[in-house]
């Protein structure tokens, strides 16, 4: 078979069989189409199809074929994250400032701080932590890992259970919203490189002086041409943030934030969501699980993923329960709202890709991770739902 033809072959186990299992299996409750995906990107990676099949792994999945698949990979998570930062809206968070950052800080610092206190213990062993890792980074690294919330799976399980656009959906928007910030600006600390300080430094004024251009520019086109600008913006900042030494994720969430939502017509914006979910991010999902490896042996890694899994849910369930002592929530609110914060799928997953990108976290940590992100995610709606259905009944609730 030619390289064109085996490409095509990856690309349809990449599209055909996550939809198959997902559509036919009905795993839309606990798993939706995007959490299979992540799982089937782990399947088809060195760490099952390999060991199983691992000619049949070398022949479909060979260096140039994978080469090809990062690039897509590549741009598609880019666009995803722009995406995320141009609809990041923190005007709630300040008119509610007082309840957010109490409710965000605990959700964010407690499962943090639990995930630490594990990646402290790990990193006295050999294997996990990556090659180019101080003790701090990979530390910090682990923490944060298992406090994120993936704001656009949060959206997509929120509008399975009708509460989006419910009072008590709209808060647990700003408790993410402000958490999604954090994550990014975490995410800079631990690649901020003092051999390339001057770079970053450098990056950082000339993004504050383009910033100001663009938010002068982009407004004064038409429509349709702003499309265009904000694209080549992506480009141009995510390329000026990746010679910077800061990764062109970085850039990409930097270029979008620096971008205003209402310039752009919402339903353009659903729709180009939708379709980098839908075309492109599964080439993204596979390359992660290429990614996957076991080296350690699998025992360990599912070990590890378990503690962090523990970690992160009592983590997350514990702030939240802190908070609502303190604002003085209904009795269960804090609970259904410490589940659905559960939600890691795809932040997460970018978040520790740019992780083993940069030497910070071993692939068996990555795999561990990865593992952890697709648990927590398949925990909050099946554990959400009968909380809600209980609080629904709850006089004045929302």
């Known amino acids: 078979m030619s390289t064109t033809e085996i490409f095509l072959l990856a ?12 559509r036919l299996g009905r795993t839309e409750y606990y798993a939706p189409l995007v959490v299979v995906q992540i799982l089937l990107g782990i399947v088809l990676g060195p760490g099952v199809l390999g060991a199983a099949y691992p000619d049949y792994y070398a022949f ?21 994250v722009w995406i995320a930062g141009i609809e990041l809206d923190l005007t709630g968070v300040w008119r509610d400032r007082r309840q957010t950052t109490i409710t965000a800080g605990l959700a964010l610092a407690t499962p943090l701080a639990f995930g630490a206190l594990v990646a402290v213990g790990v990193a006295r062993y050999p294997g996990w932590m990556g090659p180019a890792a101080q003790t701090w980074q990979f530390t910090l690294g682990i923490g944060m890992s298992c406090a994120v919330t993936a704001l656009p799976i949060l959206i997509l399980f929120m509008e399975k259970l009708a509460i989006l656009r419910e009072p008590i959906g709209q808060r647990i928007l700003r408790y993410a919203s402000l958490d999604d910030v954090a994550i990014w600006g975490v995410l800079a600390l631990i690649l901020l490189d003092w051999n390339r300080i001057g770079r970053q430094g450098v990056f950082l004024i000339a993004l504050a002086l383009a910033g100001a251009l663009i938010r002068w520019l982009v407004p004064k086109l ?6 265009y600008a904000g694209v080549i913006w992506l480009a141009l900042v995510a390329l000026a943030a990746d010679w910077s030494g800061l990764h062109f994720m970085v850039g990409a969430f930097l270029a979008g934030v620096l971008l205003d939502g ?8 659903d729709m180009l969501r939708h379709n980098v979910l839908l075309v492109l991010m599964p080439v993204f999902f596979l390359s ?14 599912f070990l590890l993923a378990g503690v962090l899994l523990v970690a992160s849910v009592s983590g997350k369930l514990l702030g939240l329960r802190i908070a609502g002592r303190i604002l003085g929530w209904a009795p269960g609110e ?12 795809l932040i997460m997953i970018i978040f520790v890709n740019v992780l083993l990108d940069k030497a910070i976290i071993s692939s068996e940590t990555f795999t561990a991770l990865l593992l952890m992100a697709v648990g927590s995610t398949m925990l909050s709606v099946p554990l959400a739902t009968p909380l809600l259905a209980r609080l629904r009944a709850t006089p004045g609730f929302g």
Not at 222 to 227: E, H, I, K, L, T
Not at 264 to 269: A, G
Not at 288 to 301: A, D, E
């Open 11 to 22: 690309m349809l186990m990449i599209f055909a069989i996550p939809y198959l299992v997902w």
């Open 60 to 80: 479909v999945f060979n260096p140039t074929v994978v080469q090809s698949l990062n690039g897509i990979a590549w741009w598609a998570v880019m666009l995803f």
């Open 222 to 227: 038409a429509q349709r041409d702003r499309w």
């Open 262 to 269: 209402k310039w752009f017509e919402q339903r353009e914006m």
């Open 288 to 301: 992660t699980g290429l990614r996957t490896h076991w080296s350690l042996g699998g025992t360990s890694v």
């Open 334 to 345: 804090a609970s259904l709202i410490g589940w659905l914060l559960q939600t890691k799928a």
